[in-house]
């Protein structure tokens, strides 16, 4: 049996609970295709199963996520899917609830839907820095976790939540809101200390929706942020300045750090 699992990661939780996956498949002989879908540009229905992660962005899977589902991934018959969120918080039902309506309408038969709560990256803007403690514990938290999901599905349990219609379209309307802020937020709140660059070019190159460029050797911003925090963090000198102040990078799971 052969599966395949999508995921976007900002800045490395998701991606380190993709990896933790893929082992734990492996453990029990089955074999678990890992692609960012930052790199993907068609999907081809050769899997058994398929898999797609993603962190939860004010209730919701991000767009550069939904839109890979509506544009790259064919239509499948019954195909099993797997549905799992990292987030900081509690769980985030109505994301994965409407995520698993798009997948339903291009045929997959969604048998897991699975919340993990990971370390939050977003403190910058919301919420405390996670402590090291905090990460350590999220950390090892997670690997039981991928070890649940695993069985649960081998064992072919079904485990979904119910969300009414009328809490999918509300908390939806919420999130286009927020989510047009997000377009927004790097160029109105993002600068680099030029002092400081060491003009690698690591934050242009790897912003996964293409929105920093040079002019006169200055950074600009486009309008299509995803507000994921790449760039803040993975500078590897710390230039980036949010609001004309410096911040504490997050360190510990930063995601250029972990390999594929
Ligand atoms: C723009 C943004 C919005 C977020 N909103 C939420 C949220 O509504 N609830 C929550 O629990 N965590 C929220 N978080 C925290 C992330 O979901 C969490 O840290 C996630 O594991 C990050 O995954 P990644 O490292 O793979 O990008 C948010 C993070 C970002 C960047
Ligand atoms: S990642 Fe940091 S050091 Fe590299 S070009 Fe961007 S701001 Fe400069
Ligand atoms: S500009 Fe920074 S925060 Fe915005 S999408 Fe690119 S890497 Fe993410």
């Given at each position: 049996?052969?599966g395949?699992?999508f995921?976007?990661?900002?800045?490395?939780?998701?991606?380190y609970?993709?990896?933790l996956?893929?082992?734990?498949?492996?453990?029990?002989?089955?074999t678990?295709?890992?692609?960012?879908?930052?790199?993907?540009?068609t999907?081809?229905?050769?899997?058994?199963f398929y898999?797609?992660?993603?962190p939860i962005?004010a209730e919701?899977?991000?767009?550069?996520?939904?839109?890979?589902?509506?544009?790259?991934?064919?239509?499948?018959?019954?195909k099993?899917?797997?549905?799992?969120?990292?987030?900081?918080?509690?769980?985030?039902p109505?994301?994965i609830?409407?995520?698993?309506?798009?997948?339903?309408?291009?045929?997959f038969?969604i048998?897991?839907?699975?919340?993990?709560?990971?370390?939050?990256?977003?403190?910058?803007?919301?919420?405390?820095?996670p402590?090291?403690?905090d990460?350590?514990?999220?950390?090892?938290n997670?690997?039981?976790?991928?070890?649940?999901?695993?069985?649960?599905?081998?064992?072919g349990k079904k485990?979904?939540?119910?969300i009414?219609?009328?809490?999918k379209?509300?908390m939806?309307?919420?999130?286009?809101?927020?989510?047009?802020?997000?377009?927004t937020?790097?160029?109105?709140?993002l600068t680099?200390?030029l002092?400081k660059?060491?003009?690698?070019?690591k934050?242009?190159?790897e912003?996964?929706?293409?929105?920093?460029?040079k002019?006169n050797?200055?950074?600009?911003?486009k309008?299509?942020?995803?507000?994921c925090m790449?760039?803040l963090?993975?500078?590897?000198v710390?230039?980036?300045k949010?609001k004309?102040?410096?911040?504490?990078?997050?360190?510990?799971?930063?995601r250029?750090?972990?390999?594929?």
């Amino acid at each position: 049996m052969k599966g395949v699992a999508f995921y976007f990661s900002g800045t490395g939780n998701t991606l380190y609970v993709s990896k933790l996956l893929k082992e734990s498949f492996k453990k029990r002989e089955i074999t678990l295709d890992l692609f960012s879908v930052e790199n993907i540009k068609t999907v081809e229905d050769k899997y058994n199963f398929y898999v797609f992660l993603g962190p939860i962005y004010a209730e919701f899977f991000p767009e550069i996520l939904t839109n890979f589902i509506k544009e790259k991934v064919p239509f499948v018959k019954g195909k099993k899917a797997i549905i799992i969120s990292t987030q900081a918080g509690g769980y985030a039902p109505t994301g994965i609830g409407s995520f698993s309506d798009i997948l339903e309408k291009k045929g997959f038969n969604i048998v897991l839907e699975h919340p993990i709560k990971m370390p939050n990256n977003y403190y910058v803007v919301a919420f405390k820095k996670p402590t090291n403690e905090d990460i350590k514990n999220a950390k090892e938290n997670a690997i039981k976790e991928a070890e649940y999901i695993t069985k649960k599905f081998i064992n072919g349990k079904k485990e979904r939540k119910k969300i009414s219609t009328l809490r999918k379209k509300s908390m939806y309307l919420i999130y286009i809101l927020v989510n047009k802020s997000f377009k927004t937020w790097a160029r109105k709140k993002l600068t680099v200390k030029l002092d400081k660059c060491i003009n690698c070019n690591k934050c242009i190159n790897e912003c996964p929706t293409n929105n920093i460029y040079k002019e006169n050797n200055k950074f600009l911003f486009k309008d299509k942020c995803q507000s994921c925090m790449r760039c803040l963090h993975m500078c590897p000198v710390n230039a980036f300045k949010y609001k004309k102040k410096g911040f504490e990078q997050y360190k510990i799971n930063r995601r250029h750090e972990i390999k594929n």
